[in-house]
Nanobody, 123 residues
């Protein structure tokens, strides 16, 4: 089993920044990629970004490219999502997840989910 714990969500104004963290524990040897999804009220959960734990290769949704940055603390099983230039449409519950590759995660093939953290962007 793999456990994921997100932190760092909250309320931020339009144009502001926020950093989310995801701590991964358990059978981490099976987690080749770690990433983020989000789900806004009344919408389906969507892919945001993912990163390979070994190479640091990243994959982003077009809607966040250039505004969000995913990174990992190598060897410590922690992944971050730096969000800037936030918009009201970024408001959602953000979920950390693991998968076998960043492309698999982009295709919503996920092995484990975290509980989620709320991000609210106010205008």
């Amino acid at each position: 089993q793999v456990q994921l714990v997100e932190s760092g969500g909250g309320l931020v104004q339009v144009g502001g920044s926020l950093r989310l963290s995801c701590a991964v524990s358990g059978r981490t040897f099976s987690t080749y990629a770690i990433g983020w999804f989000r789900q806004a009220p009344g919408k389906e959960r969507e892919f945001v970004a993912a990163i390979r734990r070994d190479t640091g290769f990243t994959n982003y949704a077009d809607s966040v490219k250039g505004r969000f940055t995913i990174s990992r603390e190598y060897g410590k099983n922690t992944v971050f999502l730096e969000m800037s230039s936030l918009k009201p449409e970024d408001t959602a519950v953000y979920y950390c997840a693991t998968g076998t590759s960043t492309q698999a995660m982009r295709d919503s093939r996920v092995d484990y989910w975290g509980q989620g953290t709320q991000v609210t962007v106010s205008s």
